[in-house]
């Protein structure tokens, strides 16, 4: 049976009631990229490294994706990965070199779509990557630099350049999202006629599944149909293979084809920075909170992204507000919280992290002790009598278990889609997943509430049972008397599905 250390070690210090059930994703950049920071990062309660294919190389990232497998096999780990594609929105280039460059209020800039030899740029100058720039600049309009942490106002245009002021002073990043704006209006015409799947991002998709991704979460998505065709060229190209697709909610289009898009995708991202320069800032929170319970309804994982704790990139304690907003996501019951510029290139990647998992656990217990959590209608999700009695048994189970107050849910399937719909109903007690396989385990390690373990099945769930108790006897994680519901999706000759409630012998 494998289990990482990190689950265990909670498990037998708090008590299984103390687990944390929010997951927790960190972004991994030049901050956080050696076999030592990633191995810091996954004792800390990383359960998911993502990769932002917008920066570093492709062997850049290759190198990571083999530390984290190597973390796993070693360590016994559980840390899955997540590939984000750059997608073709317009942004900035790289900044000459820089790391960073401050604008400053009047100052006069230059946005062009030339190139410059040897990347070196002249000052006040930034390259943008998209060519009808120049032609759809107008004089007045407004350029939003990075959701609003820099502004100018585009004075006058010279050929291929834009000449503009600044007019909210601040710190330009390399490849930073732009905006334009005009009469307090986004100007989309082009951006919607962008691909969301670049070419770029089709050669990094291809990467991604040879190195065996668990996720690839898709930029800027607009309609359900992209998220529909890479699916059935994931299928294609990697036969058996088990890459969800993420789509990431960060597009002003994507709001209208909200259900579509999640219905079709593996699970869906608050992608909050992006989203705040295409929507009024004011109507995030409620597109946030919209996602989050639309996602529940259709049992896909939604990850709650972007400035959770921004200023701890540069400072060692939060801001009480980034406190508050975390706790929010928790008490919405988004399925994961991810860290960007704080673990990928900020100064306290593990601190930041710690608060995370420090605000969470406090978050959870609280809601747990106020029975705060208004039940949510759950939809029934498929018509074929399988999967109808697989709803109807998590149901049942999570019911039983916080009437009983069971200290865990035994899950044994092989697929996980069972494990999903028991961490749907978002019980009091945390879901042990016992799965066959490295990457439906992985793949698990993302949602609420589960705990993914790796166990070889017998086709007799008695066994199982029997087995699984033994060996978490053994490694004193349960004792006996403990309380358990168990359910399967394991079918027999005479069973097709199980619920039990049992004792530890
Ligand atoms: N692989 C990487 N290599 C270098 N820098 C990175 C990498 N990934 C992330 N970063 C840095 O971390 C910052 C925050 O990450 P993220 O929010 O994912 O990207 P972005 O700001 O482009 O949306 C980036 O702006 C970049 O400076
Ligand atoms: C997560 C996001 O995407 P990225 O960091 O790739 O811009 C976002 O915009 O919030
Ligand atoms: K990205
Ligand atoms: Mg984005």
Sequence with gaps: MEIDSVSEAELKENGFRSTRRTKLICTIGPASCTFEQLEALAMGGMNVARLNMCHGTREWHREVIRNVRKLNSEKGFSVAIMMDTQGSEIHMGDLGGASSLKAEINQEWTFTVRTFDGGVLPESTCVVNYDGFAEDVKVGDELVVDGGMVRFEVVEKFGPDAKCKCTDPGRLLPRANLTIWREGRLVRERNAMLPTISSKDWIDIDFGLAEGVDFIAISFVKTADVIKHLKSYITARSPGGSTSVFAKIESSDSLKHLEDII?????????????????????????????????????????????????????????????????????????????????????????????????????????????????????????????????????????????????????????????????????DCPIFAFTETKSVRQRLNLQWGLIPFRLDFSDDMESNLRRTFALLKARGMMKQGDLIVAVSDISTADMLQSIQVRKIP
């Design 263 to 427: 219905q079709v995708a593996d699970g869906a991202m608050v992608a909050r920075g992006d989203l705040g320069a295409q929507i009024p800032l004011e109507q995030v929170p409620s597109v946030q909170h919209r996602i989050v319970h639309l996602c529940r309804q259709l049992n896909k994982p939604v990850i709650v992204a972007s400035q959770l704790l921004e200023s701890m990139i540069e400072y060692p304690t939060p801001t009480r507000a980034e406190v508050a907003d975390i706790s929010e996501a928790v008490r919405q019951r988004g399925d994961a919280l991810m860290l960007s510029g704080e673990s990928a290139m900020g100064l306290y990647p593990e601190k930041a992290l710690s608060v995370l998992r420090t605000v969470s656990l406090r978050m959870e217990r609280w809601c747990r002790e106020e029975k705060i959590h208004q039940t949510i209608r759950l939809p029934e999700l498929s018509t074929a009598l399988h999967e109808r009695i697989s709803e109807q048994i998590s149901i049942s189970a999570a019911q039983m278990a916080n009437k009983l107050e069971a200290e865990a849910i035994f899950v044994y399937t092989r697929q996980g889609y069972m494990a999903t719909l028991l961490s749907r109903c978002r019980p």
